[in-house]
Structure formats: structure tokens, C-alpha cells
């Protein structure tokens, strides 16, 4: 039987788990010690949720609880929130965005690549590509200078000058 003051120091342990655990001078094992007073039984699934870790924690006074934890995965099948990243891509590319763009923007939003890895476009430009979903083709051209003035090359003329480009680079020229 403890004594009213062992039970008060042990609440007050107790209270004070945080602290004990986070000092510096307690150790792994001391940690492992305290895991194995106040935990009974850690059950672990892959397969439950889709990206996830189902934990099921049997605590030593027969309370338990369930955690998920989005888990680092392999490939995108596996991906926790699949569609809502299908969905923001669709849309960020429907507004314009670059690859590059896009990556940026899920960065800032909290999405994770696979591997729980940064975006990068490359890896937009692999789920687009998977996804059927087109690029994005930049209407911007580079203003020619003319004249001393610089002025865009119309659409128009922007495809003469690819087709006069590939005959060039075909040799089918010939001198008459």
C-alpha cells in the first residue's frame, strides 16, 4: 500500500510527464521505463485507412484510444487524400499555373510528394501526366525587337516562323 506521500509525488509525476520526458538528462531507456507503467499493449495497421497508421493504444488502467498518423508512402496509390490533391491540381492548372507554380502553391497549402517530400514540378508533371490532365501552354512570347521597338510577333507569323524553322532544320530546301 503507498503511503499518502508516495501517492502525492507520483501525481505529481504524473502531472509533470512532459517535463520528465523532454529534460535532456533522461535517457532512452528511463523513457522506455515510463511507456512500459503506463502503456499495456500498441496495436499497429497499415491497411485500415488508405496513407495512414491506425494505432490503438491499451493503456494500463483499461482505457483505450486510436490514433492515425498520415504515413510516409511509396506511391501515390497509397497517398492519404488522393482526390483532394487531384481535385487542387485540376484546379491550380484550370487557373493557369506552371507545373513549378502548382508545386509551389501544394507546398504552401501542406500538401507533402510521396516520400513526404517537398513538391517539385516534375512531380506535378508526373501526376498531371498520370491524370490526363493537359498543360498548361504559355500565350506569352518574347517581344522581338524591331526597329529599335519591341513589339510581340503575332500568332499568325508565330507559325510561319515554326514552319519556316522545321523545313530549315529538315533540309528540305533546295537551291532552284
Known sequence: MLSEADRDGLLALGENLPGIWYVPSTTAAER???LRLIICEVVLDQKRLQGQVWINILWQTGATSE?????R???YGDYLNIDKLRTRVRELNAAGKMDKEI???LNAEGFLAAQNCAFKGDNVWLLRRRWGIPAVKSTERAPIPSDGQTEPIPPKELLQL???RRRLSSNSWHAA
Do not use: D, E, F, Y
Open 32 to 34: 522506455k521505463s515510463i
Open 67 to 71: 490514433h492515425s498518423l498520415q504515413r
Open 162 to 164: 515554326s514552319a519556316l
Open 103 to 105: 508545386a509551389s502553391a
Open 73 to 75: 508512402v511509396h506511391t
